[in-house]
Each structure stands twice: as structure tokens, then as C-alpha cells.
């Protein structure tokens, strides 16, 4: 069985639809899902849903080997980062190199680096007048949203759509391709 341990920090609706989709597979299972946050929805999400899940103190994230520690014990075949707001240690890098993918809420290059998440990308969409959005799905790196990127999926941006209806049209993409590009990393 592979095993996929998420990392999360906020409400978790992108955990959900990958612990959903991977629930009854045959050969990959949501090992663990871990959060920054004491308070983030995705505990209680994992919660309902069975799967083990903790909060870490962000100290023995970035802090000490603790937490990679722990992950090296569990022997994850894949990190998935679902809304995790922290920058990745270079160790963890180098402790799994080309593991750990990270999905992103705009067409990389553009909208990407330290504060570009959330509603804060789509404002800026918003703002420049794109007519078209998406998502990225990439290898993380030591930098926010440099890593290869691994797919790109965009929609149409309507010149009356808002943030939140541009947030809404990119979580579809979101919630439809992470979990399927995470099966296929995973059949490799």
C-alpha cells in the first residue's frame, strides 16, 4: 500500500476530496494528515472522516529534525501539501526529493511567492484583468512556488467575475485534478 501524508492549514477542503477519493483504493491510503494550526477545519474534517490526524507546534517544523524525524518513521510515498501555508525546510527536500507536491491556486509563474495564496491571488487576478486562471501542481522546493511544475489546468475568467467567483471556478480544478495527479504520481 502507498501511503500519502498531507499537510494543511486551514479549513482542509482540498484534504477532503483527496482522503474521499483515496478512501476505498486499492493501493494508496491518507497515512496521516498534519496541521500548523491548532484550530484549523481540516482536524475536524479528518476527524469525521477516520483518518489520523494531528496538530505539530510550527517550532518542530522549521525548529528542529523532530517532525522529519517522524516522517521518515511513517515512510510516506508521497507529501501532499493541501493549504499549507508554511515555507518546506530544504532538509525535508533533500529527505524527499521529489516527493512532496504542493498545489497552487494560479497559473505559475505568475501569482506566486510568499503572501500569493487564498483570496489574496485571486484579488490580484481580479486586478490585472486575466481572462483565464488555474491551478498548478508542482514539486515544492526551498522557494514558495518555484518547484517543477507537474500540470497546469485553467478555466475562463468572465470580465464581471469577482474574486470569490474566480476562487470558486479554481477550487473546482483544484478538487477535481490533485487527487487524480496524485494517483499518478503514485502509479509511477
Known sequence: MKRIVLLASGSGSNAQKIIEYFQDHDSIEVA???????????????????????????????????????????????????????????????????????????LLPKYGGKGMYGMNVHRKVKEEKETSSGISIHYADARYDEGALIKQVSCTLNSDDEPEDIARKVLALEHEHYPQVIESLLAD
Open 32 to 106: 496521516l494528515v498534519l496541521s500548523n494550526k491548532k484550530t484549523a477545519g481540516v482536524l475536524d474534517r479528518c476527524d469525521r472522516l477516520g483518518v489520523p490526524a494531528m496538530y505539530f507546534n510550527p517550532s518542530s517544523f522549521s525548529g528542529s529534525n523532530r517532525l522529519l524525524e517522524c516522517l521518515l518513521g511513517i515512510e510516506p510515498d508521497l507529501i501532499v501539501l493541501a493549504g499549507f501555508l508554511k515555507l518546506i525546510p530544504s532538509s525535508w527536500i533533500e529527505a524527499f526529493p521529489k516527493k512532496i507536491i504542493n498545489i497552487h491556486p494560479a
